[in-house]
């Protein structure tokens, strides 16, 4: 018979979250029933799309392509953050592998980066029309044709408010809970991945310390009760992990401002605004949490490096040799890479004069802006409403691979894994990949071994 297991990634939730607070009783029990929780050592860069890629191809972003949220395309100019297409992955996925060693295999893919076009039985994941006059139709782009509108119908409309920005909130982690747990018993695949985003926001707005997290904690404990509940009675095992775990920060670095004050960053003024001129650069930085993309021309390369590694807040800044051994070295990754210091994050913006800010610099914008901008999780209140160029408030990032296990993610089986992580050290993200694939790859005697 073959095994179903049920995979769910829980944003932001670290293995000091977990093992110093007493609101995680559902977790704790799935742990009794198998093992954990481990520490889960994410390879680099610790930033959702990179780490989903590698659970997702047991190979790093050398390999796989998924060089952070974002990337930068060089014949176009233009930059992309969380593009979802399954074509940018470029290693075969877990699902096809175990579709050409499982008989009759299917498989199911909720929320997780990366998955229109892939050929996963079930698909979910939200994907929003923008009107040209402003506003947005709020939909899901689903697999089979008619599950969304089938959920819709049974739990109301997912709303991106909940999801991302100044509005979010527990309803989303429960909704998709709700939709993962119909999923499993409508169309039963073998391997379900889900993601529930609930612990990602207020580590940021807050910091990983803040006392405040633990009703946080205790409000996706509960969704994830109900889910581990529905699983066990559809005959699926589940294993809980998480992508990254937060650490404290506090200051930003203002890379791509530095940068122009150093003469390498060019803008194009159109009116009071400057944007950002990708052809007229000598060097830029897509900055993603606590790394940057920086792209640089050849002949600025030493001395941009020799500017970043003086500055504070920066920890190191890797050449193609240092990506080469760090496992991020592909042709989408910038000539530089840098890391910021343990307390610290890289923002964005190039402009100096709030009166200059480009236009999505005050909206909620995560697929134009050439960087990841956490400062959307706020409003500034006086009119007109919008997004605020406050770094100051951010308290948590990640994409470093943290230093202190505390800070990794997680990994908790419902299961005894037949080759267990059994070291202090915990597991990596490619041991998880491996141990889904190994897990479902093995048939399921008729006594459950």
């Known amino acids: ?6 995979v769910i990634d829980c944003a ?45 191809t047991g190979v790093p972003p050398a390999k796989h392509g998924i060089i952070a949220n974002g990337y930068f395309d060089r014949e176009r100019l233009r ?64 697999r089979p044709a008619g599950l969304y509108q089938d959920l819709v119908a049974k739990f109301g409309k997912f709303s991106l408010w909940w999801y991302w ?10 909704w998709i809970g709700r939709a993962t747990a119909e999923v499993l018993r409508r169309h039963a695949p073998n391997l379900c991945l889900t993601y ?9 707005r807050w910091g990983p310390d803040d006392p405040r997290l633990a009703e946080d904690c205790r409000a996706l404990d ?15 095992e589940s294993i809980v992990l998480s992508d990254y775990g937060m650490t404290a920060v506090r200051a930003a670095v203002p890379v791509n401002r530095i940068l122009r004050e150093a003469g390498f960053l060019s803008v194009r003024r159109v009116g009071p ?26 002949e600025e390369e030493a001395a941009v490096g020799d500017l970043l590694r003086g500055t504070s807040g920066v920890e190191r800044v890797l050449d193609r040799a240092a990506q080469r051994e760090a496992g991020i070295d592909h042709a989408r990754s910038g000539e530089l890479v840098a890391i910021a210091s343990r307390d610290a994050w890289f923002s964005y913006p190039w402009w100096a004069d709030e009166r200059a800010a480009p236009d999505f610099a005050s909206h909620v914008d995560i697929h134009n802006k050439p960087g990841y901008d956490p400062c959307e999780l706020f409003w500034q209140w006086f009119p007109p409403l919008h997004v605020p160029n406050a770094p100051e408030r951010i308290r948590g990032s990640h994409g470093r691979v943290p230093d202190s296990l505390e800070s990794h993610g997680i990994c908790v089986t419902g299961f005894p894994p037949p080759s267990g992580p059994t070291s202090p050290e915990g597991v990596t993200d490619v041991g998880v990949y491996e141990m889904v694939r190994d897990h479902l790859a093995r048939r399921k005697t008729s006594a459950g071994g």
């Open 1 to 6: 018979m073959t095994r179903r297991l049920l």
């Open 273 to 298: 605004q400057e944007w950002l001129d990708f052809a007229e650069s000598r060097a830029w930085a897509m900055a993603d949490h606590q790394i940057a993309h920086l792209f640089v021309r050849r």
């Open 12 to 56: 932001g939730l670290s293995y000091g979250l977990l093992r110093h607070t007493a609101a995680f009783p559902n977790l704790t029990a799935l742990a009794r029933q198998g093992g954990g929780p481990w520490p889960l050592r994410p390879t680099f860069p610790a930033v959702t799309c990179s780490v989903q890629a590698t659970l997702t």
């Open 222 to 236: 509960a969704v994830l009760g109900e889910l581990l509940d529905a699983a066990k009675g559809a005959g699926y």
């Open 165 to 174: 920005g100044p509005l979010t909130s527990i309803k989303a982690t429960q």
């Open 79 to 142: 930059t992309q953050f969380w593009e979802q297409s399954d074509r940018l992955v470029q290693s075969e996925r877990i699902w096809e592998t175990l579709r050409s060693r499982v008989e009759h295999f299917t498989s199911a893919m909720l929320f997780w980066q990366n998955s229109i076009g892939s050929s996963n039985d079930v698909v979910l994941t939200p994907a929003p029309i923008h009107k040209h006059h402003g506003g947005m139709i709020q939909d899901c782009y689903a």
């Open 196 to 204: 529930l985003p609930h612990l990602d926001y207020n580590q940021q």
